[in-house]
């Protein structure tokens, strides 16, 4: 699975992004999809997941109620809209992809960053 992450940018504390990720592969359906983030000078935490089916979701808790993230299976791609930004959500953005697998860990496949940049 190949993954290409787009739409960060810089906006306003408080504004919104939407976060896409496209993937390439037949068996999309068959991965969890998740979010990760790396704020300069700090580790790569995970902040929302996707079940394979959909069906089930997992956030970091200092994004509950602001981020969602959905995915759409015709599409090959998930999408994370970010609400009411914060300057501490201030990082690069990692799409990633688990094979059968649904959790906080065990990404198999990464795709390149993109900056969300939030002033304050």
């Known amino acids: 699975v190949q993954l290409q992450a787009s739409g960060g940018g810089l906006v306003q504390a408080g504004g919104s992004l939407r976060l896409s990720c496209a993937a390439s592969?037949?068996?999309?359906?068959?991965?969890?999809l998740g979010w990760f983030r790396q704020a300069p000078g700090k580790e790569r935490e995970f902040v929302v997941g996707?079940?394979?089916?959909?069906?089930?979701?997992s956030y970091v808790d200092s994004v509950k109620g602001r981020f969602t993230i959905s995915r759409d299976n015709a599409k090959n791609t998930v999408y994370l809209q970010m609400n009411s930004l914060k300057p501490e959500d201030t990082a690069v953005y990692y799409c990633a992809a688990a094979y059968l697998k649904f959790g906080t860990d065990g990404y198999d496949y990464w795709g390149q960053g993109t900056q969300v940049t939030v002033s304050s």
């Open positions: 592969g037949r068996t999309f359906r068959s991965y969890t």
């Open positions: 996707i079940h394979w089916n959909g069906a089930k979701t």
